[in-house]
Nanobody, 123 residues
Framework: QVQLVESGGGLVQAGGSLRLSCAAS????????MGWFRQAPGKDREFVAA????????DYADSVKARFTISRDNAKNTVYLQMSSLKPEDMGVYYC????????????????WGQGTQVTVSS
């Protein structure tokens, strides 16, 4: 089992920045690819970013490329999502997820989920 706890969400003005954190515990987190997903009201959960077990490379949704950066510190069992130039369409609940093995881009591929953290962007 892997337990995930997100933090860092909040209210920010458009153009602002936030850094989300995901603290992991349980099994060896470095064995897991990690992803961030988000869900806006009335919409399906969507992929935002994912990072390999080693942290060597990352993938992003087109909508967040060049604005968001995912990173991980395996020594601290923590994954981060640095969000910049936030837009109202970035608003939603952000979830951290873990998947044993390789990176994936669909939520059904992930085994463990956090409870989510709300990001609100005012225009």
């Amino acid at each position: 089992q892997v337990q995930l706890v997100e933090s860092g969400g909040g209210l920010v003005q458009a153009g602002g920045s936030l850094r989300l954190s995901c603290a992991a515990s349980g099994r060896t987190v470095s064995n897991y690819a990690m992803g961030w997903f988000r869900q806006a009201p009335g919409k399906d959960r969507e992929f935002v970013a994912a990072i390999k077990r080693s942290g060597g490379s990352a993938d992003y949704a087109d909508s967040v490329k060049a604005r968001f950066t995912i990173s991980r510190d395996n020594a601290k069992n923590t994954v981060y999502l640095q969000m910049s130039s936030l837009k109202p369409e970035d608003m939603g609940v952000y979830y951290c997820a873990a998947r044993f093995g390789l990176v994936a881009f669909t939520d059904t591929a992930y085994d463990y989920w956090g409870q989510g953290t709300q990001v609100t962007v005012s225009s």
